[in-house]
């Protein structure tokens, strides 16, 4: 069974989106995941936990919720986290 975490994405910072972008997958085939989709949000059809809409959004998947937190708490990817902080707000959450 797969593990996936999904990001919903307020850009700050296109520049530093693209950066972030760039290099954020890597970190996570490391870890055993893979990006499965990612896009713009084209429409909000119903929001009641206010912030305003998400810009964009990513669905990764990893075999196991272990690989998903290995990856989450690496230092791979915390060294993206000043660059992630300039290029956008992020809720990112896993689904069961």
């Known amino acids: 069974m ?3 975490i999904i990001g919903l994405i307020k850009l700050c910072d296109p520049t530093a ?4 972008r760039s290099q954020v997958g890597a970190t ?5 995941g893979s990006v499965r989709q ?3 949000v084209d429409a ?3 929001n009641e ?3 305003g809409a998400p810009d964009a959004f990513v669905d990764i998947e990893f075999a196991s919720r272990e690989d998903a937190q290995r990856w989450a ?4 990817y ?7 902080s300039e290029a956008m707000q992020l809720l990112l959450f896993a689904v069961a």
């Open 17 to 20: 989106f693209e950066i972030y």
């Open 44 to 46: 909000v059809l119903w």
């Open 28 to 32: 996570i085939a490391q870890y055993g």
């Open 78 to 84: 915390q060294a993206l986290l000043p660059v992630r």
């Open 38 to 40: 990612r896009g713009s």
């Open 49 to 51: 936990l206010g912030g």
């Open 73 to 76: 708490n690496s230092k791979e």
């Open 2 to 4: 797969s593990y996936r």
